[in-house]
């Protein structure tokens, strides 16, 4: 039996991130943590993009391609999570991949592809937005090595884009949510930052009930505070 845990943290206090470097054979890799959920996040290169992708007269790739691939391991749930893919984690790779893409200038890697896989391997709330803020990094990694193997010329990268959960719980707006606070919500939100403050997603839905303005405003501003820590941790952990 599963010790019931119950969260002691103040309302815009996020949990403990750690961004660690995790060796496999892909070109950027990490573990990120925050709290108790860990996603292992990697970046691999290609040179051979879809085909689909914008094409000279010549036959040459103008553009390069950035996709993601998300996935709950087994164990990562106290009861089993099945293999395989679900609604749920495509709808979830599909986020983490637009969110991706809005960090890049998809015309400075033309014929390149990278894929970002996140993989679960604990889960205590927030994994898509632990997944988005830690493949960033596995893709900042991985650029590194393209350009030091001459693949892509200019560096892509137009700045960090991070992600945090937010909510409305017994009416107070609380940042980060963990599983305990996550099934408690009245309100779940989910939000995507670039490094210009500007929004590349939001996700938010009435759980429980419905939410005022003022309460979604709350909620952002909370988020923009957590997004920018996470962003120097990103941006301390690439340099």
Not at 9 to 23: H, L, P, S, Y
Not at 57 to 72: I, L, P, Q, R, S
Not at 107 to 126: H, L, Y
Request: hydrophobic share 40%; with cysteine.
């Amino acid at each position: 039996m599963v010790k019931k845990k119950i969260t002691k943290r103040r309302a815009t206090q996020m949990r403990e991130v750690k961004i660690k470097k995790f060796d496999t054979a892909a070109s950027g890799s990490v573990m990120i943590e925050v709290g108790e959920t860990k996603v292992l996040c990697t970046a691999s290169v290609a040179s051979r993009p879809p085909k689909w992708l914008p094409q000279d007269d010549e036959g040459n790739f103008v553009k390069g391609w950035v996709t993601a691939e998300y996935n709950m391991m087994p164990g990562s749930t106290p009861d089993r999570k099945k293999r395989g893919p679900d609604s749920r984690g495509t709808e979830i790779q599909r986020l983490i991949a637009r969110a991706l893409r809005a960090a890049v200038d998809l015309e400075k890697m033309p014929g390149v592809m990278i894929t970002c896989d996140c993989d679960v391997v604990k889960a205590d709330g927030g994994t898509r937005t632990a997944s988005i803020t830690g493949a960033w990094v596995a893709l900042a990694m991985a650029v590194k090595w393209a350009m030091k193997e001459g693949l892509i010329a200019k560096n892509p990268i137009k700045g960090p884009v991070a992600a945090v959960s937010v909510g409305v719980i017994d009416g107070e707006v609380k940042l980060d949510l963990d599983y305990e606070w996550d099934v408690r919500a009245e309100v779940d939100m989910n939000v995507a930052m670039n490094h210009k403050g500007a929004f590349v997603e939001v996700q938010g839905t009435g759980e429980a009930g419905v939410f005022s303005r003022a309460e979604l405003d709350g909620m952002l501003d909370a988020a923009e505070k957590g997004i920018r820590k996470l962003m120097r941790l990103q941006k301390a952990f690439v340099k």
